[in-house]
Nanobody, 114 residues
Framework: QVQLVESGGGLVQPGGSLRLSCAASGGIFSIYAVGWYHQAPGKQRELVASITGGGTTNYADSVKGRFTISRDNAKKTVYLQMNSLKPEDTAVYYC????????WGRGTQVTVSS
């Protein structure tokens, strides 16, 4: 079974940048659409961005123009480049297959604070 592992989170000041990675192992990856999701404390998990196997992307309005999702199928990795970060971006970020996800991983914490 394919597993997805998130990494790259951390603490950053408002206006800063982070790049998250979602690395796949244990199965075929390139044909699947993948989404990045986030979950802030006390809130439900929600989709941030998605990318199809063919590279078509979509973004939540809250991150449009600031975040970029991309994939490197040779590396079996999906990235989320996050620029112009805001405190409201603070959340645990998860990746999963989209739109029908599988089991959730540990996620990676992104904290945007001055």
């Amino acid at each position: 079974q394919v597993q997805l592992v998130e990494s790259g989170g951390g603490l950053v000041q408002p206006g800063g940048s982070l790049r998250l990675s979602c690395a796949a192992s244990g199965g075929i990856f390139s044909i699947y659409a993948v989404g990045w999701y986030h979950q802030a404390p006390g809130k439900q998990r929600e989709l941030v961005a998605s990318i199809t196997g063919g590279g078509t992307t979509n973004y939540a309005d809250s991150v449009k123009g600031r975040f970029t999702i991309s994939r490197d199928n040779a590396k079996k990795t999906v990235y989320l480049q996050m620029n112009s970060l805001k405190p409201e971006d603070t959340a645990v970020y998860y990746c999963n297959f989209y739109p029908r996800g599988r089991s959730w991983g540990r996620g990676t914490q992104v904290t945007v604070s001055s």
